[in-house]
């Protein structure tokens, strides 16, 4: 059907208006099929009456099967983004979404059902994520017992197919201090799995440990996606992980700026291999567009710059006015 308008050269008709917001409620709301979705989030801690705006207006979508890492300047605002998705904290504004969760506005029932089941944590601090007086076993178990729903013999039959499935079934009875670091944050990945979570969220799980031992948790995450088709965000300032995942994405001040995606190309003669990463800048739907600093800073554009509007791009010049 199409409806007929004129413009008068006074501005949109009744028909236009119709129109656009026919066109507007069709079109599909923010992060609808996004398994994470976080729409201008904010969140703001007062302390002595000091403001601190750790997200200011954060938008992040992530879909069912990613394995994504986040990373950014210490004080940008990860780990306030990580303690929201993991339901620990609440945001002060905006909208953030996990697994058919509403974060804002779930009961305390259901922040806890989500904190149980829908996601899992592994921290960077191996004593968080490990209680010390249980086995190995005995962790993993601990979830599943906490959610009730599972006999004895089943809990037993996970916990070993888990931590065999991480690499650390020779672990099974040991307590955390008879386990070196990487066995511990491999051990913790398996409890975080424990309840078959979408989600599995880690925030520098790798920091206290050393670049070989990094590299096998981060391969304990990459199983867990592959195997078991879990949702992975890392929190990294690693940068072997942050360069291993398909999408990077960094936060600055509170606010997701530039996205790294990485694809695999095959060269058409020769039928080598190579790893192709591209960097885009992050549009939110307001239009702002964080420029990446060392770009602003190499042209020494500062305050205002000048846009160009060609067909296939837009064109930002340094102020002719300044200079
Ligand atoms: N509970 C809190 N009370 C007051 N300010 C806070 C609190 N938590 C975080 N902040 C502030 O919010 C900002 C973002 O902190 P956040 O810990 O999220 O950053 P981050 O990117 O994780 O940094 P790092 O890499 O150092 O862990 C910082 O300025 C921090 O001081």
């Known amino acids: 059907m199409t409806t007929e308008s004129t413009t008068t050269g006074a501005g949109p008709t009744l028909a236009d208006l119709e129109q656009r917001a026919t066109a507007h409620r069709d079109r599909p ?58 339901g620990l904290d609440e945001p002060t504004a905006g909208a953030a979404k996990v697994a058919g969760y509403d974060l804002l506005t779930m009961t305390a029932k259901d922040r806890l059902r989500y904190r149980r089941e829908a996601v899992g944590f592994v921290w960077q601090q191996t004593a968080r994520n490990l209680l010390p007086y249980l086995t190995a076993s005995q962790n993993v178990a601990l979830p599943m017992q906490l959610r009730g729903r599972t006999s004895r013999s089943k809990k037993a ?36 799995l424990a309840n078959e979570p979408k989600v599995l969220l880690a925030d520098e799980p790798t920091g ?37 995942v398909r999408r990077t994405v960094a936060i600055r001040d509170g606010r997701t700026s ?33 420029l990446p600093a060392e770009y602003t800073e190499s042209l020494e554009m500062r305050d205002r710059v000048m846009l160009e509007l060609e067909s296939d791009h837009i064109q930002v010049w340094p102020d002719d006015q300044e200079r």
Not at 165 to 189: F, T, W
Not at 212 to 235: K, Y
């Open 208 to 244: 206290e440990l050393d670049s070989h031992t990094g590299e096998q948790i981060f391969a304990a995450f990459r199983t867990a996606n592959e195997e078991l088709g879990t949702t992975v965000v890392i929190v990294t300032h690693d940068q072997t992980v942050a360069t291993e």
């Open 258 to 290: 530039t996205e790294v995606l990485r694809h695999t190309q095959v060269d058409a003669t020769t039928g080598q291999e190579s790893l192709v990463s591209r960097e885009y800048a992050m549009l939110d739907r307001a239009g702002r567009l964080q």
């Open 29 to 86: 709301a923010f992060g609808h099929d996004a398994l994470i979705s976080c729409d201008r989030l904010v969140r703001i801690f007062t302390t002595d009456g000091v403001e601190v705006q750790a997200l200011q207006g954060l938008d992040l979508l992530v879909r069912e099967g990613e394995l994504m890492a986040l990373v950014g300047a210490s004080g940008s605002g990860k780990s306030t983004l990580m303690n929201i998705l993991a």
């Open 157 to 192: 039959a996970r916990a070993a197919e888990l931590l065999d499935l991480l690499g650390v079934a020779d672990c099974r009875n040991r307590r955390p201090q008879q386990m070196s670091g990487g066995q511990q944050q491999r051990v913790a990945i398996a409890v975080a």
